[in-house]
């Protein structure tokens, strides 16, 4: 059987990457661009990552160097291209996902492989609910309560770690 590969956008997800392994591909990156400043041009002009400013980036990857912030993943991409580490193993370094600016992990590796929990989470959402991008949340409206366990299975299956998010479903009961 064939894997389905699921397109996502790199600029909307930042990854946490083994630490050891981020801050050395940092470091050889800014060696073999010649500073931070260089390897920021590099990044900005040949990559087309225009998401901050040379100064800002420069300061970015030694914060992302230190681990004191997720590095975006295309950021986190481009690094490896740069050093011509192949995309294969720059993806095993990877621990999890996260939506941009939200607490709330996906425990999967990159490429994302479609699988029926990823299908069936976003027909739910698309059709019993809604995507509210002011507060970074899901919201699932819905009378059925098989829907919703199975809704709460599926998220647990693609690596949403319940205790620790704030899942909040919206059951409906008619008068």
Partial sequence: MEENILKIPEDKFTVDVEKEFLSNLIEKAIKKAGGTWELANILVNKHNLKKYSYRGLSDRLRKWQRKKHRIYLNYYLSLSKFLNIGQKFSCSKINKFYFNKSSASISLKYPLIISKELIAISELIRVEG??????????LENTNMDLIQKFKKYIKTIGVNMPIQDLRIKVMVPE
Avoid: L, P, S
């Fill in 130 to 139: 809604y995507m509210d991008k002011k507060n970074n949340r899901i919201i």
